[in-house]
């Protein structure tokens, strides 16, 4: 045991639209050549760690980004009426083909929590596309999505930013990814998306603590100003993403450099996890 490698994950974060930040941030990994051993991903963090994970570079990822458009994600038609994830679940297709999770090249799991257990559900195996669908799958915005016995939503009402899921599979120390640091505002509205889309953030706000507290670095973008709901600002995002990335690449090249790992205490209960 004594001077192995350590085994390092990283955790992507959930935050709509915002998660194109993480594209900058796998533009810096990919720069200082850090391999992880495990990624696990919430909501939009699990499209970006599932691309990662299949050995996307992230030019490849980015200029899939640039093909996105938010009717093509959201395709109801009818006010207040949600959509089927039929659009999510295309996209993952055509990037990274019909596959299961177990074919990805690195190590992956994709956080979703299952509405008929009101559990957190760790997706590892099965079908790709229908895991990462589950993990984005925001009530009222989307139609929940069957997977084996379940029914599953946004991985973020339970965990948004999952660096716990590494350390369950072995990982010594975590990198995670916030890409939706600032995700306390209000609302002045009464409509109900707009109130129902406050509430989610309350929730997500007190879950990404658990998350802060996993993880041995943290990179954190700026990208309070845009909306988790639109496309636009792709490039600033994703430069966002990276800068926040270069600033952090000097403590996260420290957890490379350690030869004696430190296995650190998991601060979940996985007994209200359901690992799949």
């Known amino acids: 045991m004594f001077g192995r490698k350590p085994k390092i994950g990283v955790a992507f974060g959930g935050g ?7 594209i900058g941030v796998v533009r810096a990994f990919e720069e200082f050549g850090l391999k ?8 939009a963090g699990s499209i970006i760690g599932a691309c990662v994970a299949a050995g996307k570079t992230w030019k490849e990822i980015y200029e899939e980004a640039k093909k996105i458009r938010t009717k093509d994600i959201r395709t109801s038609k009818i006010p207040l009426v949600p959509s089927k994830t039929d659009g999510i679940q295309n996209l993952v ?3 990274l083909g019909d596959i299961n999770i177990e074919e990805l090249k690195t190590p992956f799991s994709a956080v979703a929590v299952n509405i008929k257990s009101t559990k957190e559900v760790c997706l590892s195996h099965g079908n790709l596309a229908k895991a990462v669908a589950g993990s984005c799958c925001v009530p009222g915005v989307f139609v929940p999505v ?8 946004d991985g973020g009402l339970q965990n ?7 350390r369950y599979f072995g990982c010594d120390y975590v990198v995670a990814v916030d890409c939706h640091k600032e995700r ?8 109900l998306f707009d109130v129902l889309s406050c509430s989610i953030r309350i929730l997500m706000k007190s879950n990404a603590v658990k998350g802060y507290v996993n993880a041995d670095v943290v990179v954190a ?15 600033e995002m994703v430069e966002e993403g990276y800068k926040a990335a270069i600033d952090a690449i000097p403590e996260i090249m420290k957890l490379f450099k350690k030869r004696k790992p430190f296995r650190q205490k998991k ?10």
């Open 160 to 166: 948004t930013i999952p660096a716990d899921i590494p």
């Open 93 to 95: 297709k055509n990037v």
């Open 221 to 235: 973008p700026e990208t309070k100003r845009f909306k988790a709901t639109k496309t636009e600002g792709l490039d």
């Open 184 to 191: 306390t505002y209000g609302t002045d509205s009464q409509k």
């Open 146 to 153: 069957e997977f084996d016995d379940m029914l599953l939503c």
């Open 36 to 43: 992880f051993d495990y990624i696990a991903g919430t909501s």
């Open 267 to 276: 601060y979940s209960d996985p007994s209200e996890i359901d690992f799949v």
């Open 16 to 22: 709509g639209a915002r998660g194109f930040s993480h």
